[in-house]
Nanobody, 120 residues
Framework: QVQLAESGGGLVQAGGSLRLSCAAS????????MAWYRRAPGKQRELVAT???????NYADSVKGRFTISRDVAKNTVDLQMNSLKPEDTADYYC??????????????WGQGTRVTVSS
């Protein structure tokens, strides 16, 4: 089993910043890509940002230039620095890790989510 623990959500005014963190633990050989997703009220889950074990990143167009994903491979952690937040960034944010485990080379682990609310 792989567990992801997220932290850092909360309430912030538009234009403010928040930093989300996620730590992986459990039984796995390695973590390949890590990512942050979000689900806004009444909307589908969407990919926010990804980062590979080599440090390559990819962002949704809606957050480019405002959000930064980073990762500590040795500590199995991934962070999402969110700046210039907008009300439309309000959502539950979920950490994702693509892990190689004993039984599954591409096991998808998910965190329970952390809520981000941006007031106007």
């Amino acid at each position: 089993q792989v567990q992801l623990a997220e932290s850092g959500g909360g309430l912030v005014q538009a234009g403010g910043s928040l930093r989300l963190s996620c730590a992986a633990s459990g039984s796995f050989f390695r973590i390949n890509a890590m990512a942050w997703y979000r689900r806004a009220p009444g909307k589908q889950r969407e990919l926010v940002a990804t980062i590979t074990s080599g440090g390559s990143t990819n962002y949704a167009d809606s957050v480019k230039g405002r959000f930064t994903i980073s990762r500590d491979v040795a500590k199995n952690t991934v962070d999402l620095q969110m700046n210039s937040l907008k009300p439309e960034d309000t959502a539950d944010y979920y950490c994702n890790a693509r892990c190689a485990t004993e039984l599954n080379p591409g096991y998808d682990a998910w965190g329970q989510g952390t809520r981000v609310t941006v007031s106007s």
